[in-house]
């Protein structure tokens, strides 16, 4: 007699149910335990991968689990991909799932910002991916959500307050406005009101480790907002921004700030110029590609500009408001002395020891020793970039020819970046071998001195640490701890991708796109 599928060990019909496709595992996995009733199959798994994609399977899993809390332990990777469903239900139901490691939603008309409130406000141990997708559009006008400030702000800060966790991945998208789902002839409901909790969310304890982040709000300025304070996303790596407003100035103080980034998806973003016409007409098409390699090159130049000039106003100010006398012990006398013969009266020196409350102005928590002399010129060494990719759409008709005109132009203005970023580091180098100023760099990740910044804030040298290296000036030094990070990989021009979304195009091998479809799995 041959051998029967009962005889089969479990372990082979797991093997085999992992080579299930994810999207269709639930379904296969409940065919094969009716195929075959007598055999072993684990039918404990249909439970690791939940799926629902219509209204009444939220409330059949629901009573359910009610039923057989043992199976609700069982659920990793849970996926809601219905827009019109009981909210009321559903919130219940994430009540009842303890040990999630993926959280896919569609959070549709039906969801108010309590309901969200409610699913988020108990911090989720164990969450490695969390993903909604917002599409609170109507058919027929109403102004429920206008009058009562119904508005999805809160579920940001209420991720904001969760306690340090690991959680790679958060993906937070609102589909565009498309006239075929919802008439656009009234005002549709806002996803989001304010754009500040964005600034609240980089830098809570959610996301230091975060890596991987979608953002995309329509037409919206978020750029800004996501370097608004210190410390913001430190370990980011990963940013898709597609359908938002981001304009390439957005692009080069986010940079400039960011020190581990290095994958920007900007589908539909007005980076350049939409207007193709306006490109030909002025004989140079492809003359914005140049200046956008050029940016992304000197992201860290504008960002040392910037904290060198809050540092010169910041210490004026300092020197302004401390006494005389503490000004003298911190770099030199405010005064000039005056020539001829001193008084017999004037001491030439004081008995009196210094007082070590008098400091400095009031204001000022800093540490003195954190605090540059009053003549002392101190320059910002600028980062040097670190982004490997830039994935975007090209507004218009792409060609093979077209393509690689502007891959031509973008590297290009690369180059002259990396160009003008060598030669200031180099005339910093000399200004450092020949004493006349005190070079500083940006801090490392997880150093003291980067944690003081988000302490003090840019009072002093809060944030900055002493160049003590040579070498440290060097574009060409990878890994050196005196240039910080930020140091390697310095003179590969970033892949320029240009496909758009759509994954049927023609995508550079290793393009951002295909970095997010990757990290996200889906194709949104």
């Keep these: 007699m041959g051998a029967s599928l009962d005889d089969l060990p479990v372990e082979l019909y797991i093997a085999i149910i992992s080579q299930f496709d994810d999207d269709d595992r639930q379904q296969s996995l409940l065919a094969l335990s009716r195929a075959i009733p007598r055999s072993p199959v684990p039918t404990n798994l249909l439970y690791e991968r939940i799926s629902l994609r219509c209204p009444d399977q939220v409330f059949r899993l629901y009573s359910h689990l009610r039923r057989a809390p043992q199976n609700a332990s069982r659920v990793r990777c849970f996926s809601l991909e219905c827009w019109t469903i009981d909210a009321d239900v559903f919130v219940n139901l994430m009540a009842l799932l303890p040990f999630m490691m993926r959280l896919r939603m569609h959070v549709g008309p039906n969801f108010a910002p309590e309901h969200m409130e409610e699913i988020f406000n108990r911090p989720k141990e164990g969450l490695q991916f969390i993903s909604m ?29 969760w306690p340090p966790q690991t959680l790679p991945t958060l993906s937070i998208v609102q589909d ?16 989001f009101f304010r754009l500040d909790p964005l600034s609240t969310l980089a830098v809570s304890p959610l996301c230091h480790d975060l890596k991987h982040f979608r953002l995309r709000v329509p037409s919206r300025q978020v750029c ?35 020190p581990d980034l290095r994958v920007l998806v900007l589908d539909g973003c007005p980076i350049v110029s939409q207007r193709i016409d306006v490109q030909v007409n002025t004989g140079e098409p492809f003359l914005q590609w140049m200046e956008l390699g050029q940016t992304l090159a000197l992201a860290g130049v504008k960002r040392a500009t910037e904290r060198e000039k809050k540092l010169k106003a910041w210490l004026e100010d300092y020197y302004a408001k401390m006494p005389e006398e503490d000004t003298a012990q911190q770099g030199g006398s405010s005064k000039r002395s005056r020539k001829g013969r001193k008084g017999l ?12 409350e008098r400091k400095g102005p009031e204001d000022v928590t800093i540490p003195v020793d954190r605090i540059p002399p009053r003549n002392q010129r101190v320059r910002v060494l600028p980062s040097a970039p670190t982004v490997c990719s830039l ?27 990396i160009a003008r970023l060598s030669s200031i580091r180099l005339r910093l180098q000399t200004s450092y071998r020949n004493g006349v100023a005190r070079v500083v760099r940006f801090a490392d990740q997880g150093t003291p001195e980067w944690e003081e910044e988000g302490e003090h804030g840019e009072q002093g040298l809060a944030g900055l640490v002493d160049v003590r290296k040579d070498s440290a000036f060097g574009l060409d030094i990878a890994g050196d701890e005196e240039a910080g990070r930020s140091s390697s990989k310095t003179h590969t021009c970033p892949l320029l991708c240009l496909a758009g979304p759509g994954r049927d195009d023609a995508h550079v091998d290793g393009c951002g796109h295909r970095n997010a479809w990757n990290v996200f799995k889906d194709e949104i």
């Design 133 to 161: 997708r917002f599409r609170p559009y109507v058919q027929r006008a109403t102004y429920y959500q206008f009058l009562k400030g119904a508005y999805f702000d809160s579920t940001l800060l209420a991720l904001s307050r």
């Design 176 to 191: 565009p406005l498309d006239p075929s789902i919802a008439p656009t002839n009234f005002a549709q409901p806002l996803v």
């Design 224 to 258: 800004r907002h996501l370097h608004a304070l210190p410390k913001s996303f430190p370990l980011l790596e990963l940013l898709d921004m597609c359908t938002s407003n981001v304009s390439v100035g957005d692009l080069e103080g986010l940079l400039g700030r960011l």
């Design 345 to 356: 009266a004037t001491a030439a020196f004081s008995l009196r020891a210094p007082s070590p």
């Design 391 to 417: 994935a975007t759409s090209f507004p218009g008709d792409l060609t093979p020819e077209t393509y690689e005109a502007i891959k031509v132009e973008f590297e290009r203005g690369w180059a002259a970046g």
